[in-house]
């Protein structure tokens, strides 16, 4: 059995993991979504995007679930201090979401363009929101959300939605859309041909460009942003209290990870040259190779921030002494371990069959498989 703190360190790890698997895996559906109405000029070719993630979109949603339900039973105090404090955002992709199911579900069956078109934005709200205001948010953790809790430990936020959109949130948005509208070009030339491929491979290429290019620019402004510090003795092994210890706020802090172990920057040096990669891919039509690229530069976006905030998960602009940790938002030494062998069984199970699906529904989504299949394809 782990001790609490390795405990701690593991579900640190392991929700860094679940949020990639859903960047990946729900991101490519997404990133198809958004491009949608661009790369699709007429029905059956829409309906050839539409299909290259139809089958398999929802079981996607797993990795969502699956990250929200860790989120929740490993973090309770960021559970219930990031959904109070960002509801109507979370709200908003929430509604986003709705589009998806019935945009899928309806969307081809009835003949009528009006109707179809309507569905087909539909999907495209579903597909680009959410990654927009997840990169909002994140930028808005890099610069410390505005909450404090009391002595009873009630979480209180003091700030508005209209906050949230600030300018190097905004930036941190653009970095996650792009990056997810990247991934899904990728896979869009990996299961297309003809002028979906062409038109693909042409938002692959202008998609990375802007995921590399506001990354570095993100990066440039971190150096500059106030990151915290925590001053006082931490006991990683004891129970959770966000107010038993001192913060600071320092300009250029989020870097000291950085600058305390320099082999940290491999991470987002991954995320620049699996990105500048994954374009050459492309360019070379190599569909297959650039999402396995793709899929790596946005393990080296995710890695950065997940390394520049830690052990910080929460920070709080408000009182930062109340900013959540990896050490002091956790649930019981029996509920991580509970939570952890649970993890170890059905994690591998989920990437069996997942893997399976994908194996089974391979190969090029066609207009002629649209139009034979015309009653049973989305």
């Known amino acids: 059995m782990f001790d609490y703190e390795t405990l701690k360190l593991i579900w640190w790890l392991l929700v860094g993991i679940l949020l990639l698997g ?20 007429n029905d059956n070719e829409r309906r050839v995007v539409i299909n290259t993630v139809g089958p398999h979109w929802d079981g996607n949603q797993v990795w969502f679930i ?3 339900g860790a989120i929740f039973a490993a973090w309770p105090l960021v559970y219930a201090t990031a959904f109070s404090g960002f509801y109507w ?3 908003a992709v929430l509604w986003a979401l709705f589009f998806r199911p019935v945009g899928f579900d309806y969307r081809s069956k009835i003949q009528n363009a009006t109707w179809r078109s309507t569905w087909d934005w539909g999907l495209f709200v579903g597909g680009a929101v959410p990654p927009l205001i997840f990169g909002v948010a994140f930028g808005n953790l890099l610069q410390g959300v505005p909450f404090h809790f009391d002595n009873n430990l009630m979480s209180h936020y003091t700030g508005s939605f209209w906050q949230l959109l600030n300018p190097f949130a905004l930036l941190a948005g653009v970095v996650s859309s792009a990056m997810i509208t990247f991934h899904g070009a990728n896979y869009l030339m990996h299961r297309t041909q003809g002028a979906v491929f062409e038109r693909s491979r042409r938002a692959a290429f202008w998609s990375g460009m802007v995921m590399v290019a506001s990354f570095l620019l993100a990066g440039v402004f971190i150096g500059d942003l106030p990151g915290f510090v925590i001053t006082s003795t931490v006991d990683p092994a004891a129970l959770p209290d966000p107010l038993a210890k001192t913060v600071v706020i320092q300009t250029g802090a989020w870097l000291g990870n950085f600058r305390a172990m320099p082999a940290l920057w491999l991470v987002p040096t991954l995320a620049v040259v699996a990105g500048l990669i994954g374009i050459a891919l492309g360019t070379l039509r190599k569909p297959l190779a650039a999402f396995v ?8 976006i995710i890695g950065t921030a997940g390394v520049a905030l830690f052990p910080f998960i929460m920070p709080s602009i408000s009182d930062p002494r109340s900013s959540l940790t990896v050490w002091d938002s956790v649930s019981s030494h029996l509920t ?10 059905f994690m591998p199970l989920i990437i069996i069959y997942t893997s399976w699906a994908y194996k089974v529904m391979s190969g090029k989504v066609t207009e002629q498989f649209i139009t034979a299949n015309d009653k049973a394809a989305y």
């Open 293 to 300: 690229a793709s899929a790596l530069a946005m393990a080296g």
């Open 89 to 91: 955002a979370m709200l």
């Open 66 to 68: 699956t990250g929200g």
């Open 336 to 345: 991580l371990s509970l939570m952890f062998w649970a993890t170890l069984i």
């Open 22 to 41: 859903f960047a990946i895996m729900d991101g490519h559906d997404m990133g198809v979504g958004t491009l949608l109405p661009f790369v699709g000029k």
